[in-house]
């Protein structure tokens, strides 16, 4: 079975910094996908970045980007110039290359101080 | 285009009572997923639905079900509810087909209250 591991269960971070949210997991699978969702209070999960476990290349968008390290079987999220609209639980997520089901981790609260 | 569209918002049930929560998917997209997050367990997948069949299912006990229609809309019944269940439920869904490109959308939720 797949397990996701976010040990921060909270993280602050000034308006305009930079702050980095940790994901571990574990697996036997060679092949799979990890997410990053947003949670922001409306509870919508929004999918902030993916990463394939085949792409050597870290994924980014935009001011969010990951280190994905597979042999240490970790994904840590960095957001950039952080905004207040950032605040919001952050899941880090697993799913086999087949099927749609996610396994998420415990979440980390993400407060932006102004 | 529509997001996916969960109904009710909130819902509250008693004990031994049955309920049945609703998700309708984006337009085009088969595959209709149901998660239950709890502040203690987290986020749990449920069971997803492709195509009217059940692809997917997770660790939870029989009076959790679902279904899924032609037009792809997905209802989620529980049975005899208990004080545990009390939980908000997500749906999410995708195109249902497996691909690299391949990304869930999730409704905003249904919290469920049992007393």
């Known amino acids: 079975a797949q397990t996701v591991t976010q040990s921060q269960p909270e993280m602050s971070v000034q308006e305009a910094e930079t702050v980095t949210l940790s994901c571990t997991y574990d697996t036997s699978e060679s092949d799979y996908y990890l997410f990053w969702y947003k949670q922001p209070p409306s509870r919508q999960m929004i999918l902030v970045i993916r990463?394939?476990?085949?792409?050597?290349q870290n994924a980014t968008e935009n001011r969010f980007s990951v280190n994905f390290q597979k042999a240490a079987k970790s994904f840590s999220l960095k957001i950039s110039d952080s905004q207040l609209g950032d605040a919001a639980m952050y899941f880090c997520?697993?799913?086999?290359?087949?099927?749609?089901?996610?396994?998420f981790g415990a979440g980390t609260i993400l407060r932006v101080k102004s | 285009k529509a997001g996916v569209t969960q109904t009710p918002r909130y819902l509250i049930k008693t004990r031994g009572q049955q309920v049945t929560l609703s998700c309708s998917p984006i337009s085009g997209h088969r595959s209709v997923s149901w998660y239950q997050q709890t502040p203690g367990q987290g986020l749990q997948f449920l069971f997803e639905?492709?195509?009217?069949?059940?692809?997917n299912k997770g660790n939870f006990p029989g009076r959790f079900s679902g279904r899924q229609f032609s037009n792809s809309r997905s209802e989620m019944n529980v049975s005899t509810l208990e004080l545990g269940d009390s939980a908000l439920y997500l749906c999410?869904?995708?195109?249902?087909?497996?691909?690299?490109?391949?990304?869930?959308?999730f409704g905003s939720g249904t919290q469920l209250s049992v007393l």
């Open positions: 999410a869904s995708s195109q249902g087909v497996i691909a690299t490109n391949e990304k869930l959308f």
């Open positions: 990463q394939e476990a085949y792409k050597q």
């Open positions: 997520a697993f799913a086999l290359e087949y099927g749609n089901k996610l396994v």
């Open positions: 639905y492709f195509s009217e069949t059940q692809r």
